[in-house]
Every structure is written in structure tokens, then in C-alpha cells.
């Protein structure tokens, strides 16, 4: 690929107004799990502020669920094949996914993209 073919391609990037509210979309989403990571890596005292931050980045993820399933900005999410995903889950939780509530795992299945 060519120099100004990857220009070409920057530019539609920027013009592209999908790309931009996918962005934003995803920041919106991820911003507060971030927060609380920043407090995680810290040398500071702050449960207290971790654990508000982690229920505010469950809550956004929550509030998000719906246009991160938006087809017009991600595509269809059955596109996509995660191969191995289902042991991934059941070595991080501990039981199968079918098994567990998904309203209370939801925010960690968005993280795992299992469907």
C-alpha cells in the first residue's frame, strides 16, 4: 500500500461520521472501567473509590448494551467467530455460560464478546 493510499484511507476514516460515533459510542462505554483502573494502579488508598467506579462502569456498560448492538455501526455481531470463547468463560467464572444469570455477568460478557 502506497503513501497516499493510506492518506486516502485516513482521510475517508475522518470524514466517515459512522466512525466517529463508533468511537464515541465505544469511549462512552469503556471511560469509566478506565477510571477505576487508573485508581486500581495507584499507590493511594481508594476502595471506596474503586468500588463506586467499578458499579458506574457496570452501570454505563449496562446503559451502552444496546447501541454497542447497533448493526449500523458495528455490523451484524454474528459476523464474527470467536473460537474457544465458551472455555475462556467457563475458566474465568467458573460454570458454564448457559448456567449463569446473564443480567448480573452482562457487563463481563461484553468484555468477552461471548454470544
Known amino acids: 500500500m502506497t503513501m497516499n493510499s493510506k492518506v486516502t484511507?485516513?482521510?475517508q476514516d475522518i470524514e466517515d461520521e459512522v466512525f466517529w460515533k463508533a468511537i464515541y459510542v465505544l469511549l462512552r462505554?469503556?471511560?469509566p472501567a478506565l477510571k477505576a483502573l487508573r485508581f486500581c494502579d495507584s499507590n493511594i488508598p481508594a476502595m471506596d473509590?474503586?468500588?463506586y467506579l467499578t458499579k458506574n462502569a457496570e452501570e454505563t456498560i449496562l446503559k451502552s448494551v444496546q447501541?454497542?448492538?447497533d448493526e449500523k455501526i458495528f455490523g451484524p455481531s454474528g459476523s464474527v467467530a470467536f473460537s474457544g470463547c465458551d472455555d475462556e468463560f467457563e475458566e474465568i467464572f467458573g460454570a458454564e455460560k448457559e448456567s449463569l444469570d446473564d443480567s448480573r455477568y452482562?457487563?463481563?460478557i461484553f468484555f468477552f464478546l461471548c454470544h
Do not use: P
Request: glycine share 6%.
Open 29 to 31: 462505554a469503556v471511560y
Open 67 to 69: 447501541d454497542l448492538d
Open 49 to 51: 473509590k474503586i468500588y
Open 9 to 11: 484511507l485516513a482521510v
Open 106 to 108: 452482562v457487563g463481563y
